[in-house]
């Protein structure tokens, strides 16, 4: 069934080609831009945290289409960009050079869990953009890394016939709350430094959770409220290795464990992150893309906040 369908998608694209060649070659002169009557809207993006001392907020703008637009999509950085706690006092964001973003700090606008924030831009000739955002709380939800010995399981359709260790993450959701979270791993790496060697640095990055059929970067409590969550984070250890110890590099200095986050998350984030995972993994031909959630108005890009707290 699924090569039918494949099939028959390709002879539907090959007719449209087609198609729009034949109608396209009858026509002298399309006024594309007129007939699509475009606007051009502000793009912006901000995630407010309130475990992190800086807001940065990116603010760049679409293009045309069929306007003739080419080249990057340059930041604006002489644009009036405004939060407020209460939608009747706001605070200016200064644009900083050297991050190429509108920053703001804890001091001049503190942002507090379960506080609800908005957000303004105006530039000119550039319709006015605003949206606004509550801060998840976090929660002790009793987060416990398990380490279960097996010596004979199955993983993403494959089998593991021999000993070894599976790595899993348990928590229970908050029962009544509309939760949705991700795990976040700070990971030591080796840095090369040309002439001085190499030295020991840092990288964030997304833990991908399975659980069974699925792997997940970002997981909402949908169907699953007041549940417990669990997830394999890792398969195949050896019986005899540490798990997450940080690897001896280097025969003079031993490393320490990698550090782990809870993120919870605000909806507009969980939607967002979710539909351009799921945007870059679909991207390609034959098969219709996804929608990237925005909750901006009269814009695009991502108001949203996260809270984190330390599990590892």
């Not at 069929?66 to 340059?74: E, L």
């Not at 019986?239 to 986050?261: K, M, S, T």
């Not at 893309?289 to 814009?299: A, F, M, S, V």
């Amino acid at each position: 069934m699924k090569i039918k369908r494949t099939i028959t998608r390709i002879i539907l694209f090959i007719s449209c080609v087609l198609t729009t060649c034949a109608f396209v070659g009858c026509v002298d002169d399309v006024d594309l831009e007129g007939q699509f009557n475009e606007t051009r809207k502000l793009v912006l993006y901000a995630r407010l945290c309130p475990q992190l001392d800086t807001t940065y907020i990116l603010l760049s703008s679409t293009k045309l289409l069929y306007g003739g637009d080419t080249g990057d999509f340059p930041n604006i950085s002489d644009a009036i960009v405004e939060l407020s706690a209460d939608g009747d006092h706001w605070v200016r964001a200064p644009y900083d050079i050297a991050h190429s973003r509108y920053i703001i700090t804890r001091q001049e606008f503190p942002v507090v869990e379960g506080g609800t924030y908005h957000i303004r831009a105006t530039y000119p000739g550039y319709p006015d953009i605003a949206s606004s955002c509550t801060v998840p709380m976090t929660h002790d939800v009793g987060f416990v890394f398990d380490t279960v010995a097996v010596d004979h399981d199955s993983h993403w359709g494959d089998i593991y016939n021999w000993p070894h260790r599976d790595v899993y993450v348990q928590w229970r959701d908050v029962q009544g709350e509309e939760n949705a979270y991700a795990l976040k791993s700070h990971h030591p790496v080796q840095i090369f430094n040309g002439d001085e060697g190499w030295s020991t640095g840092w990288w964030y990055s997304s833990e991908w959770l399975y659980d069974g059929t699925n792997e997940f970067e970002y997981i909402s409590d949908e169907g699953r409220d007041g549940a417990v969550m669990r997830f394999l984070l890792d398969a195949d250890i050896y019986e005899n290795d540490d798990w997450d110890d940080w690897d001896d590099w280097d025969d003079d200095e031993e490393e320490g464990p990698a550090e782990y986050y809870l993120f919870f998350l605000d909806r507009g984030t969980y939607l967002y992150e979710s539909t351009l995972t799921e945007d870059n993994e679909l991207n390609f031909l034959l098969l219709e893309p996804l929608h990237t959630y925005t909750n901006i108005e009269n814009g695009f890009g991502l108001f949203g906040a996260f809270s984190v707290l330390r599990v590892k």
